[in-house]
C-alpha cells in the first residue's frame, strides 16, 4: 500500500472511534434532557416596547387563573428591547 492510503485508512479509523465514542456519550445523556422544551410568555410578540411591572403582574396572574402554568408555561420573558436601544445609541 501507498503512504497516501495509509494514512487516509488511518484517519478515516481515527473518525469511526470518535464517532462511535461521541454516540455511547450522546445514548448516555438522553435521561438528562428536558421533558418538554422550556415554555413561558414573550411579552415582545405582544406588547413589543409598552411593558410594565403592573402588565408583567396581569400576565402572571391570567398565565395562572387560566391553566397554563399546569401546562407547562413557566416563564415570563421580559423583553424591553434595549438591545435596540444599544445597537441604535438611544440609551
Partial sequence: MTFQLLKLR?????????????????????????????????????YKEDISEQLIRQIADKMAADGYAEAGYKYIFIDDVSYSRFTSHHF
Fill in 10 to 46: 488511518k484517519s478515516l479509523l481515527l473518525v469511526a472511534v470518535f464517532l462511535l465514542a461521541s454516540l455511547n456519550t450522546m445514548a448516555n445523556n438522553r435521561d438528562s434532557l428536558a421533558q418538554t422544551p422550556p415554555m413561558g410568555f414573550m411579552t415582545w410578540n405582544k
